[in-house]
């Protein structure tokens, strides 16, 4: 008897097991991206044994049985049962027999969209979401000002929209997203169990607030509008009370459209901040996050602060050892974001027309190859990894699809499955296998030689 092949569902689940015959199904069942019907799946939540995103499923000629705990359960098997959907010509699906128990190994699988460089607005960032879904990411980290722009509306500022948000990297119009879109991706986000995490970048990288607000920067300091991408020039002043009370109000907001949610309050690369200035600053701003019940989180210069104890820190800056042995000591929850990995504005090869290099290429296998274990000591605690799309050299949603794809489900999988079904061979195989979803939904991916794609015409133009 031969075993019925596996599926090529990614992230690996815990367990799967081919069991012979499936079912089709008609293809009202799907609707497009993420979304199954889910009353023909018969879902059930109460399955106490799977925890908060675990899910078990079973596909068999009577049927589908989907299992969880949770909501949040039954909407990662529901991505499974997607990704296990095969078209059939005339439009039904064809589910293959198979037995998954399933949960992740990280509650933080998070992706980063930086739309201060370029701005992408609601659509855009709703896709991405998509996008993410589909790979079993549970955290949309948003960065939402930075020095070529700010892009969320706060009531009583006018001037940081207005002003600060009119440029970006380039000669575009920048643009900026308004509270009511700003809640529709909350909202989008939540109904996936996506959580939202919104970035103002503190206290450098605010060249367009303070372009807004020139009274708040340090004196000798004239903010003009920047639109390149060189940065670490700019700083609010530690030592202006107005500062503080522009982050009081940007927090309320944040506060008010997601009580007790995230807050990042940045911290990297203020290169023009000193020591103490950033101590002082870092210290006041974490105050004003806590103040309003809200959680902060930091980029991992943040470390050089007093953070409160088990605040999670993002390590990104592979060069800057210290700062991950500082918050290894202290107890820090770890968010890892490792640029040389996890970096998906880094060029896949030499030549490749999108993105940077500062971190070295990521190629498909980088993006995968890799462990937490194998960066941070036994005893860190690991929250979980993060990818980051940075948009310095992106301006269309396609050129963010290239990026993303193939390289996010490689960082989904390091999130979501064991460390020990870490095997690239097979791996590269599997991620083949996902090109005809991809060219059925209509999204561009880079055809990297790393992938092992099934013997199918290069279709130009990916
Ligand atoms: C470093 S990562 C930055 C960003 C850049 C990125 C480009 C981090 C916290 N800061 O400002 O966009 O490199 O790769």
Redesign the pocket.
Known sequence: MTRPAVPAVIPAPVSMTGTGDGLVVPASTFRRYTAVDLESAGPRTGADDLGEEGYRLRVGPDGVDLEAGTEAGLVRGVQTLVQLAEPLPGGAYRLPGVEIEDRPRYPWRGLML?VA?HFFGVDAIKHVIDIATLYKLNVLHLHLT?DQGWRLEIPGRPELTGIGGSTQVGDGPGGYLTTADYETIVTYARARHVTVVPEIDLPG?TNAALVAYPHLAPSGYRPMPYRGTE?GFSSLDAHNAAAYALVEDVVRELARIQPGGYVHIGG??AHSTSDDDYRTFVTRALAVVESHGMRPIA?QEAVKADLPAGMPVQY??TRASDHLATAERRGAALVMSP?DHV?L??KYEAGYPLG?D??GHVDVRDAYDWDPAEIVGARAAVLGIEA?L?T?TITTVADIERMLLPRLPAVAERAWSPAESRDWGRFRARLGGHASLWDRLGVAYHPSLQVAWPSREFAAGH
């Open positions: 930086d460089r930075d990288h940065v990297d690369e980029w990104w800056d640029a970096y504005d880094m940077l500062w971190a980051a940075w310095e």
